[in-house]
């Protein structure tokens, strides 16, 4: 098990710490942690809008109160899940900017970063086509398509959804790199200190725009002669990626890295939901529009992780209830009330799980089970799939109730994970308490001596 524990250090602890120190992947995570209350707030109207789809008997209701306003009430969804790559935009260019602003020590501008990194993403928007040497606007008004002027048209401008993120991401961390090195070559115009600060950073980031403009077209106009453009490109490497998140192979080796990372001391899920953050969002977007997902939205707290990483809901109950070591006993009290939202730092480097060789083994089985139970069962229609997105602390059962616009099943669904997990823990969290009172009784006698 040293040996184990060695390997995982050695090969996944340092370079994935190392990853994680990287400004874009913090950037991407600060992106994904700053739009949760936005996903929220969007996915709770569209759980109230078909609410009459779970509860049938509540519909003629609804069509005479409610539905005759949903065109005013749903605008909180279209205009957040409708445009979450601009979400991203923003803040990664903002992050980013902040971030080289702090360590590089650039006279950049957070808000010029985030400005500029939107410039670059609305540049890549419209659809174009390269025909008898001249570039034009998409126009196409068909009854299965609307692309006006290059723009894509659903409930608002489709690349601004959940299919943009990526684009997005590109497109900002293009911009803030543009910006800085214009700021490191002094490319910028500067204005007397007798100027109000508002109208200096305004031609600050003049220069750095006609050159984040020029770039971008040229990459656009590239790839628009060449019979693509930058969201089919990389629609190809990141629709792999998908696919493979979407697999039962890849949730195992999703939560195998996470739970790797934190055995030896990293916070896996922050890590590891830097990268999955758009592409789960992304498939509980295509969910709501009649996919069967399994990985999407919170499937990961709703039925993988109840209780915290490593699915530990049913370890702290039973230490806090049924141990016999005092130590297991007092860390079980003291974590119950966090660990039914979701939250276990306390178990995991209290009790601990952290290069604890008796507890390894069920840390990366429990969630393993549990994610393969969950995955299955909504694989195979059994309980239906997340289409809202719900805070990450909800109990077990609530979550995964919401998050599946009220599928009782999925309640069900998340204890028998929950059980499931306990179950796969209690031959080791046996053992090691018995092994704990032991050290408690050594230890007594030697005081007593």
């Avoid at 602890?13 to 739009?35: C, L, N």
Wanted: proline share 5%; glycine share 8%.
């Amino acid at each position: 098990m040293e040996k184990a524990f060695g390997v995982l250090e050695k090969y996944l602890m340092k370079p994935m710490g190392k990853i994680a120190q990287f400004k874009i992947v913090r950037a991407v995570m600060a992106a994904g942690m700053s739009s949760i209350p936005f996903t929220i707030v969007g996915s709770m109207f569209l759980v109230f809008n078909i609410l009459p789809l779970t509860f049938t008997n509540l519909e003629g209701f609804f069509n005479n109160t409610f539905y005759r306003f949903q065109d005013l009430y749903m605008l909180a969804n279209t205009c957040t899940m409708g445009i979450l790559a601009l979400y991203f935009c923003l803040v990664i260019g903002y992050e980013l900017t902040k971030i080289e602003e702090s360590e590089s020590k650039l006279n950049v501008n957070p808000l010029n970063g985030a400005l500029l990194s939107m410039f670059a993403f609305f540049l890549c928007l419209p659809e174009l086509l390269f025909e008898k040497g001249n570039m034009t606007l998409v126009n196409s008004v068909t009854d299965s398509e609307k692309v006006i002027n290059g723009f894509r048209m659903d409930a608002t401008i489709q690349r601004l959804g959940t299919t943009g993120i990526f684009t997005a991401i590109i497109m900002a961390i293009i911009a803030v790199r543009l910006y800085c090195l214009c700021v490191k070559r002094n490319w910028v115009i500067k204005m007397p200190d007798t100027v109000p600060p508002g109208v200096s950073r305004s031609f600050t980031a003049l220069i750095p725009a006609f050159v984040i403009a020029f770039a971008v077209l040229i990459i656009n106009g590239v790839l628009v002669a060449l019979g693509t453009d930058i969201f089919k490109i990389i629609s190809v490497p990141f629709g792999f990626v998908t696919n493979l998140t979407n697999s039962w192979l890849g949730i195992v080796v999703i939560y195998f890295l996470i739970h790797a990372l934190w055995i030896v001391g990293i916070h896996g899920a922050n890590i590891v939901s830097a990268f999955l953050t758009p592409i789960v969002l992304a498939n509980m977007q295509a969910n709501m529009n009649g996919a069967h997902i399994p990985f999407a939205g919170e499937f990961q707290n709703s039925f993988v992780v109840i209780g915290g990483s490593g699915a530990t809901l049913g370890l702290t109950l039973f230490i806090a209830f049924l141990a016999k070591s005092e130590q297991l006993k007092i860390l079980g009290r003291a974590s119950v009330v966090p660990g039914l939202f979701n939250i276990n730092e306390p178990i995991i480097f209290g009790m601990p799980i952290v290069y604890n060789p008796w507890l390894a083994i069920p840390f990366f089985l429990a969630p393993i089970t549990s994610a393969s139970i969950a995955y299955f069962a909504i694989k195979l229609e059994i309980v239906r799939p997340i289409i809202a997105q719900v805070p990450w602390p909800s109990p077990v059962g609530l979550g995964a109730f919401i998050g599946t616009a009220g599928d009782w099943k999925a309640a069900v669904l998340a204890i028998i994970c929950a059980v499931v997990a306990f179950i796969i823990y209690y031959p080791f969290i046996k053992y090691y308490d018995a092994k704990l009172v032991k050290d408690e009784e050594a230890v007594k006698m030697s005081q007593a001596a």
